[in-house]
């Protein structure tokens, strides 16, 4: 068993790792966009988040496979379970990146202003570095749920501990290797839940 689990962890956290790495480059920017972006663009950036969200994944794992394919040349393995993963987490980190950023003392902002700091200086040396505890908490519940989607995503041939829990687990009855993949998956969760909060609280000036 343990030579099933160790490539199938492997495959995991390389999924969950690269996809954790894309969520932020996009969901960052676009959360800032969200929450003080020109006024315009917020109402329409809005709408398709929320469309990105409404979608449960499973759904959307099929939906992006031509996305996949143009991308990557085949819909199945781990590099191609990536891209639906970044495709259904990032509107949900940028939401959270909007709610850590609103969450900031307005005073702060206000004194920016009265600096006379733009828009950009203010979310760059105010907001973003008054939310960043936030932003780790954000970014800690996307990694866990990164890491249950991973395991979805081996309904289509993506690989790691939920296909190999579909493949033996399911298709072969072997209730020993579904048990001991929910073991290394809730293993998983519970790491990546407490080093976030500890670096959360580490962040955390107050």
Same mark, same amino acid.
């Given at each position: 068993?343990?030579?099933?689990?160790?490539? !199938?962890?492997?495959?995991?956290?390389?999924? *969950?790792?690269? $996809?954790?790495?894309?969520?932020? %480059?996009?969901?960052?920017?676009?959360?800032?966009?969200?929450?003080?972006?020109?006024?315009?663009?917020?109402?329409?950036? =809005? +709408?398709?988040?929320?469309? /990105?969200?409404? #979608?449960?994944?499973?759904?959307?794992?099929?939906? *992006?496979?031509? %996305?996949?394919?143009?991308?990557?040349?085949?819909?199945?393995?781990? +590099?191609? !379970? #990536? #891209?639906?993963?970044?495709?259904?987490?990032?509107?949900?980190?940028?939401?959270? *990146?909007?709610?850590?950023?609103?969450?900031?003392?307005?005073?702060?902002?206000? $004194?920016?202003?009265?600096?006379? !700091?733009?828009?950009?200086?203010?979310? +760059?040396?105010?907001?973003?570095?008054? +939310?960043?505890?936030?932003?780790?908490?954000?970014?800690?519940?996307? &990694?866990? $749920?990164?890491? /249950?989607?991973?395991?979805? &995503? /081996?309904?289509?041939?993506?690989?790691?501990? =939920?296909?190999?829990?579909?493949?033996?687990?399911?298709?072969?009855?072997?209730?020993?290797?579904?048990? $001991?993949?929910?073991?290394?998956?809730?293993?998983?969760?519970?790491? *990546?839940?407490?080093?976030?909060?500890?670096? &959360?609280?580490?962040?955390?000036?107050?």
């Amino acid at each position: 068993m343990i030579d099933l689990l160790l490539p !199938a962890t492997g495959e995991t956290l390389h999924m *969950v790792g690269l $996809a954790t790495l894309f969520t932020v %480059l996009a969901g960052l920017p676009l959360g800032v966009l969200l929450g003080y972006g020109p006024a315009p663009v917020r109402p329409v950036l =809005g +709408a398709i988040v929320n469309v /990105g969200r409404s #979608v449960p994944f499973i759904i959307l794992m099929i939906a *992006v496979i031509p %996305l996949t394919r143009a991308l990557l040349g085949t819909s199945i393995g781990t +590099a191609a !379970a #990536v #891209v639906p993963l970044t495709v259904g987490a990032i509107p949900f980190f940028a939401r959270l *990146v909007e709610g850590a950023l609103r969450d900031v003392d307005p005073g702060l902002t206000e $004194a920016g202003h009265a600096f006379g !700091a733009t828009r950009t200086q203010i979310v +760059a040396r105010v907001l973003l570095p008054e +939310a960043l505890p936030a932003l780790v908490r954000g970014l800690t519940v996307t &990694a866990v $749920a990164l890491v /249950g989607y991973s395991a979805m &995503a /081996g309904v289509i041939g993506g690989g790691g501990l =939920g296909y190999l829990a579909i493949r033996y687990g399911y298709q072969r009855f072997e209730t020993d290797v579904m048990l $001991a993949t929910v073991a290394v998956l809730v293993a998983l969760v519970q790491l *990546v839940q407490l080093t976030g909060d500890r670096l &959360a609280r580490r962040l955390d000036r107050r």
